[in-house]
């Protein structure tokens, strides 16, 4: 049975950081690409940042978030969020299960999913 458990969430200042951790427990048999996504109350889900789960070279990352977060994998799924604004508030999730030939963001297709962990940023 594949479980992610985020942690790492909690609440900053303007201009402050964190990091996120996913991990993931389980044999994954199918997909090939991670990704990291967030839903702000009132808002569709979005995605952030992916990367291949093979450790191969290349990122995606959503243009909001471009230069700010980095998405990462070693034994856990990471996002270091940088420099946050308020509206990078909301509730992120990790997913993982999707297999497609390029890394993209939109959150349909992943097959596993964490239950998420609140960030909250204040100005």
């Known amino acids: 049975q594949v479980q992610l458990v985020e942690s790492g969430g909690g609440s900053v200042q303007a201009g402050g950081s964190l990091r996120l951790s996913c991990k993931i427990s389980?044999?994954?048999?199918?997909?090939?690409?991670m990704g990291w996504f967030r839903q702000a109350p009132g808002k569709e889900r979005e995605g952030v940042a992916a990367?291949?789960?093979?450790?191969?070279d290349g990122t995606l990352y959503d243009a909001s978030v471009e230069g700010r977060f980095t998405i990462s994998q070693d034994n856990m799924l990471s996002l270091q969020m940088d420099s946050l604004k308020p509206s990078d508030t909301a509730m992120y999730y990790c997913?993982?299960?999707?297999?497609?030939?390029?890394?993209?963001?939109?959150?349909?297709?992943?097959?596993?999913w964490g239950q998420g962990t609140q960030v909250t940023v204040s100005s």
């Open positions: 997913a993982a299960g999707l297999a497609d030939w390029r890394l993209r963001l939109p959150p349909s297709g992943y097959a596993y």
């Open positions: 389980g044999y994954i048999d199918n997909g090939n690409q």
């Open positions: 990367i291949w789960t093979d450790g191969g």
